[in-house]
């Protein structure tokens, strides 16, 4: 992601979200990296697993909101930006 190789990056995150289901982190840094392709559906998507599988991530939460926000979904957005619990599902 520092390199700004957004596309290596989403592919190395995708592949640790398949060898350990249970990382928030990889799927929320794999939402980032959607975020930055243009990616919002598959953006939010990742977004919202980062959430289910952590409902305090805050990069999770964050991503959500921009995914949401860029699909001209504003309500669900501010929904996603304010407390982890009110994130729609």
């Known amino acids: 992601m520092a390199l700004n190789r957004f596309e290596d990056a989403a592919a ?19 939402a980032g990296a959607l975020l930055l392709l243009g990616r919002t ?9 980062a959430v289910a599988l952590d409902p305090a991530h805050f990069l999770g939460h964050y991503v959500l909101g921009r995914a949401l926000a860029a699909e001209g979904k504003n309500g669900e957005e501010a929904a996603a930006l304010s407390t982890p619990a009110s994130v729609p599902h």
């Open 41 to 49: 559906e598959e953006a939010e998507e990742s977004a919202r697993r």
């Open 12 to 30: 190395e995150f995708r592949r640790a979200t398949e060898l350990d289901p249970a990382a928030e982190k990889a799927f929320a840094n794999l």
